[in-house]
């Protein structure tokens, strides 16, 4: 069963143009959001996260927005630059016996040309 | 700091052989993660320990998988015997007292 729904799979955007990831989750129970950034050869870096008492987080580019009713939540990169082309991993967890363990989207390939 | 280390960064071996995978994560995190990522897919989990104990081996293949956290710090992977569907990369993460977990650069296996 696929909890979190990410969309598109491929992504090309120009320099300076917007980036736009959507993901749509399944369980209530979800409380914590994070969206990971993964280059080639590389594991998932932490790049912003959300929780569900906020519609939207902004640090940088870097903008989640969440729509609780509709259970989704997306990623807008403002300002895309060549740098940012990577994979991207939306998630979602509950807290369960203390800690957490992440359910993954399907990822997302950005590609920014310059 | 220094990040989640992890060895050996690639291995390749044949079916029916075992392999081991090692994970040292960062200095003080007591929740170490184990994940599975195959080719174009997010990782998903295998295992995680709260210290020594494994509190979450729900999609652990018991058949032939197995890990260990010895002395609630470095743990261990291993597959025996692999089969060619193992075939992924082998992701180990860390978390402190928050909910960021940390990724090491993972372990590539392949099984020919």
């Known amino acids: 069963q696929q909890q979190v729904k990410q969309s598109p799979q491929s992504l090309i955007v120009q320099k300076g143009g917007i980036s736009i990831i959507n993901c749509a989750y399944e369980?209530?129970?979800?409380?914590?959001f994070p969206w990971y950034q993964q280059f080639p050869g590389k594991g998932p870096a932490l790049l912003i996260a959300i929780r569900p008492d906020v519609s939207e987080k902004k640090e940088g580019r870097f903008t989640i927005s969440f729509n609780k009713s509709a259970k989704q939540f997306s990623l807008h990169i403002m300002d895309s630059q060549p740098g940012d082309s990577a994979t991207y991993f939306c998630a979602a967890s509950k807290r369960d016996t203390g800690r957490r363990a992440l359910t993954f989207g399907s990822g997302t390939r950005l590609q920014v040309q310059p | 700091e220094a990040g989640v280390v992890q060895s050996p960064r690639y291995k390749i071996i044949e079916k029916k052989q075992p392999v081991a995978f090692w994970c040292n994560p960062i200095?003080?995190?007591?929740?170490l993660y184990w994940y599975r990522q195959n080719l174009g897919q997010g990782p998903e989990l295998l295992i995680r320990y709260e210290n020594e104990e494994a509190v979450d081996d729900s999609q652990l293949p018991k058949d032939r998988f197995s890990a260990e956290r010895l002395k609630g710090v470095d743990s261990t992977l291993k597959i025996q015997p692999a089969e060619l569907g193992d075939s992924a990369v082998y992701l180990c993460?860390?978390?402190?007292?928050?909910?960021?977990?940390?990724f090491g650069p993972g372990t590539r296996l392949t099984v020919l």
């Open positions: 993460a860390s978390s402190p007292q928050g909910d960021e977990q940390f």
């Open positions: 369980n209530t129970a979800f409380d914590y």
């Open positions: 200095s003080g995190h007591n929740t």
